[in-house]
């Protein structure tokens, strides 16, 4: 089981990007999938998260800004990030937790990460 994410990059202060993670694999089922992001130094930390049936939950600091969205039947999660500022600059980690086939304990999976540049 595999996550893999696309869309980051580099952006002026005040534009836009959408990050898109995608499962692969064989999954029996996915329960919350979510955004992380880690900048230099610091610690790892919640951007955004969704539960299957689609209750989202954000960081102070994305609120009004970024908006997380999932389609079960891809069994992908995207990020879209509007109105960016430097400090979103990070590394942006895909998690999901995810039950894989033929178990019957759910696991968190962690992609591999896409860098976010938001120059000023």
């Known amino acids: 089981v595999h996550l893999v994410e696309s869309g980051g990059g580099l952006v002026q202060a005040g534009g836009a990007l959408k990050l898109s993670c995608a499962a692969s694999?064989?999954?029996?089922?996915?329960?919350?999938m979510a955004w992380y992001r880690q900048a230099p130094g610091k610690q790892r930390e919640l951007v955004a998260s969704i539960t299957s049936g689609g209750y989202t939950n954000y960081a102070d600091s994305a609120k009004g800004r970024f908006t997380i969205s999932r389609d079960n039947t891809q069994n992908t999660v995207n990020l879209q990030m509007n109105s960016l500022k430097p400090e979103d600059t990070a590394t942006y980690y895909c998690?999901?937790?995810?039950?894989?086939?033929?178990?019957?304990?759910?696991?968190?999976?962690w992609g591999q990460g896409t860098q976010v540049t938001v120059s000023s």
């Open positions: 998690y999901a937790d995810m039950i894989p086939g033929g178990y019957v304990r759910s696991l968190p999976y």
């Open positions: 694999g064989s999954i029996f089922r996915i329960n919350t």
